[in-house]
Each structure stands twice: as structure tokens, then as C-alpha cells.
């Protein structure tokens, strides 16, 4: 794999001007956009401490999105150099910088690395909780697609080491703001179901788009084992669980955000019709800002949960207070 990379790469001489655009493009500073994944973990524990950013918090904030930003941009820099044999198999991602040989391949591993060295830097300053996550981040993108581990290629594994990115977006945000609240695991796990509901879509739209199974596995190993079937399978149980353990954060947390739930289904329910849509937004969701539908509905959803956090509505826990006396309670009584 990597000598056919180096072995296009001498074929083809790039003008220097082309080159330095090419490695700017690979880091794929638009897709910066699924930082706001980092924001619910900013909001939470404001939200429960019923405080305001401090100006510490501020600057820990902005040090921190830089920081994420870095890291991110060095797993893609390192998913465009190995991904590039096979994104030559793919009607769209054969345009991508690398697979049409513009990159200097020894330089494009100094910047994979030199971006993680910047990002983990800035992560130490702003504090250990924060470091931790950043270097999980890293960390899941040589997991995802460095060999011989490599889990893009493992089917459902690679929704699932891929998705847990957005859990550990909600911790670095989380740990911008404070190391006094421990992150509850089923906010957590309802994050991470929620990313492998989007990815698994993604997976569908790019399967049914490519249309041949054999053309689909050339491209992507994990093909080898999904058919539509499957994949859809593997949505309605992401989301199942996405939603189970949002009701549990909810319940034990904040009843008020079950008002939400309506809100947050519509995104879901949009998201899933835009999966079967000829060249989907949901393969590119860096471009998903060019569905005004979808992006009213998320704003609308998102204004809802931020409401709903910082403003108590009392009656909610009276409609959903137990209306049935447990066994034990009713036999001995309740002193």
C-alpha cells in the first residue's frame, strides 16, 4: 500500500504552489464543522453547575477547539495518505489530493505528526482530564487506519471505533469547563450510539450509491460484509440505544430535556430520508450546512435542549413522577 502511494508520487512532478495546496487540502480544515460535537460537553456541565464561563473557562475553550482542531487534522492528513489506493476506486474521493499523487508522501507523515505534537501541546496547558481525551482521539485515528489493526476494514467495527470520536469530543469540551463533574456514562453512551447512527447512514448512502457489492468491497474492505440489509439493521439499533440512553441521562439528570425528544427525532428522521437521496449530503456531512431543512431543524432542536437545560418547567416531573407503588413499599408501607 504505501509503495504504491510513493510509487505514483515519483511518476508525477507537482508544481511546488500545487503541492503546498495539496497538503493544506488533505488536513481538511472544512470538516473543522464536527467540532460543534464538542459543544454539548461545554454546555452540561455549565448547565448542572448553574454557572457562567469564568475567563479561565474562556480561554480554555478557545485553546481547546485549536487543540481539537490539530488533532483532527492530523488523523485526516494520515487517513488521506493510506486511503489513497483505494479512494482511486471511488467515483468521487479519486479527486482527493493523494490518490491523484499531488502530495510528497515523506512530508505528509511530518505533518501528521507535527499536528498531533502542536494539538497535544495546547491540550497539556489546559489540563490533564482534557489531554487524556485528546490523546484517545489520536489515538482512535491510527486505531481506525493504521495496519495491522486497521478497524475501517472490519465491518460494524469501524462505525463503532470511528463513532466513539463524538464521546470524546463531549469530553474535551467537558473538560474545557471543569474537573469537578465526572461525565455521566450514559450521556456518553448516547453520544457514541448517536455517531454510529450517522455513520452507519453514511455507510448505507456510499453502499447504495456504488451500487455493485464487488465495486463497493474494492473500495472499502468492510463492504465485504454489509449489504443494505444489514446496514439499516445497524441503524434502528444505534439509534435504539442512542435514545435509550438519552431517556436514562434524562431521567436521572434533567426530566426537563424529555420535552426535547420530538425535536431531537425529526433531526434523526431527516437525517435517515437524506440517506437514500442520489449523491447524499450524508457521505460528505462536512456539507451537510447546504441542507436548509435539515440545518432549521437542528438549530430549532439545539435552542430547545439549551432552554430546556438552564430553565426548570415544574409540572414536567409531576407527569412523569411513578404513578405505580412498588410491591415491597405497599406491603411494609413507606416510613
Known amino acids: 500500500m504505501y509503495a504504491e502511494v510513493e510509487q505514483t508520487q515519483a511518476l ?49 475553550i478557545a485553546l481547546g ?39 510528497h508522501v515523506p512530508l505528509a507523515y511530518a505533518q501528521w505528526l507535527l499536528m498531533m505534537v502542536a494539538g497535544m501541546t495546547i491540550a497539556w496547558s489546559i489540563g490533564p482530564g482534557f489531554s487524556l481525551a485528546a490523546g484517545a482521539l489520536w489515538v482512535m485515528g491510527c486505531v481506525y487506519n493504521i495496519s495491522p489493526i486497521r478497524t475501517k476494514d472490519i465491518a ?14 463531549m469530553l474535551m469540551g467537558w473538560y474545557m469547563v471543569t474537573t469537578i463533574l465526572v461525565p455521566p456514562a450514559s450521556v456518553l453512551i448516547a ?6 447512527y450517522f455513520m452507519a447512514l453514511k455507510r448505507f448512502s ?21 449489504t443494505e440489509k444489514t446496514l439499516l439493521g445497524s441503524v434502528v439499533f444505534y439509534a435504539s440505544v442512542a435514545m435509550l ?10 426530566i426537563e430535556l424529555i420535552l426535547a425528544i420530538p425535536f431531537i427525532a425529526l433531526v434523526m428522521t431527516m437525517y435517515f430520508n437524506l440517506a437514500f437521496n442520489e449523491d447524499s449530503a450524508v457521505q460528505h456531512p462536512e456539507k451537510l450546512y447546504r441542507q436548509p431543512a435539515l440545518m432549521a431543524a437542528t ?22 413522577a411513578p404513578s405505580i407503588v412498588p410491591l415491597h413499599t405497599a406491603r411494609f408501607g413507606c416510613g
Open 245 to 254: 440512553m438519552l431517556g436514562v441521562f434524562i431521567m436521572r439528570y434533567r
Open 191 to 196: 453520544y457514541w450510539m448517536l455517531g454510529c
Open 12 to 60: 508525477i512532478v507537482v508544481p511546488r504552489f500545487t503541492q503546498l495546496r495539496a497538503h493544506l487540502a488533505i488536513a481538511r480544515l472544512d470538516h473543522s464543522i464536527k467540532n460543534v460535537f464538542i459543544l454539548p460537553g461545554i454546555v452540561i456541565p455549565l448547565s448542572l453547575l448553574h454557572v457562567r464561563p469564568s475567563g479561565l473557562q474562556i480561554r480554555h
Open 65 to 103: 477547539f485549536v487543540s481539537a482542531t490539530l488533532i483532527a487534522c492530523s488523523n485526516y492528513v494520515i487517513n488521506e495518505i493510506l486511503d489513497a489506493p483505494f479512494d482511486r476506486l471511488h467515483p468521487i474521493k479519486c479527486t482527493r489530493p493523494a490518490a491523484r499523487g499531488l502530495v
Open 299 to 320: 438549530v430549532l432542536a439545539s435552542l430547545v435542549i439549551v432552554v430546556l437545560l438552564y430553565y426548570n418547567v415544574p409540572w414536567i416531573g409531576k407527569v412523569f
Open 206 to 226: 456510499e453502499y447504495s450509491e456504488i451500487g455493485s457489492k464487488l465495486a463497493a468491497s474494492a473500495y472499502r474492505r468492510s463492504f465485504q460484509r454489509y
Open 156 to 169: 460494524y467495527l469501524d462505525v463503532l471505533t470511528e463513532s466513539i470520536n463524538n464521546p470524546l469530543r
